[in-house]
């Protein structure tokens, strides 16, 4: 098989979530610098890997391949709006193997329950955005071993992941942006 980089992309707040209660991304959490640079990366990306909620709530305007997870998948189905896959049914390297035969770049860009499947497969670069300052009470985690309290970064680093120099996208905005790529050797 040809090779297939797995790119996650999350933007957090100071508490590591990335939606509200009702799982929608709160107006903290939107910034337009993060976003272009979210836009430039889709662009790079041969297929995007999300949840169904995401999927249904981020229209597909520009027509990119997607995945989307969902159990109502009978275990990878092509549909007219992208392959549905439940991961229970079959496995990663199978389903990707039927949808990006030639390899490429997989974006994930979540929600929650497909960056904690990622964690599990592995990751090639983990783009964690920091919207510092910003608190979302009774928000959706990142990662769901941040409901205990752990930071994003400290699951990534237990992952073997290091992050690269970070990077400011918006300094008045306060965003800004570490890349985490496993450590020499690992994946």
């Not at 996650?8 to 939606?19: F, L, Q, R, T």
């Not at 959490?29 to 662009?43: G, K, S, T, V």
């Not at 409901?147 to 990077?167: D, F, H, K, M, Q």
Request: charged share 25%; with cysteine; net charge negative.
């Amino acid at each position: 098989m040809s090779q297939v980089e797995i790119h996650g992309y999350a933007i957090v707040s100071d508490n590591d979530c990335i939606a509200d209660a009702s799982g929608h991304t709160p107006e903290v959490l939107r910034n337009d610098a993060d976003w272009a640079y979210f836009q430039a990366e889709l662009n790079m990306s041969a297929v995007t890997v999300l949840g169904r909620f995401g999927h249904e709530a981020n229209p597909n305007s520009k027509g990119r391949l997607r995945m989307i997870l969902s159990s109502s998948s009978p275990g990878l189905e092509r549909r007219a709006d992208g392959w549905w896959w439940d991961p229970a049914k079959v496995p990663w390297g199978e389903a990707i193997r039927i949808v990006l035969p030639a390899g490429g770049r997989v974006a994930v860009p979540g929600g929650r329950q497909v960056f904690d499947l990622f964690l599990k497969i592995g990751y090639d670069a983990f783009h964690l955005t920091r919207a510092e300052g910003t608190h979302v009470p009774d928000g959706v985690p990142v990662f769901s071993e941040c409901r205990a309290g752990r930071s994003a970064e400290t699951i990534l680093s237990e992952r073997e992941l290091r992050p690269g120099e970070p990077r400011v996208l918006d300094a008045a905005g306060r965003i800004t942006l570490a890349i985490w790529r496993p450590s020499t050797g690992n994946r």
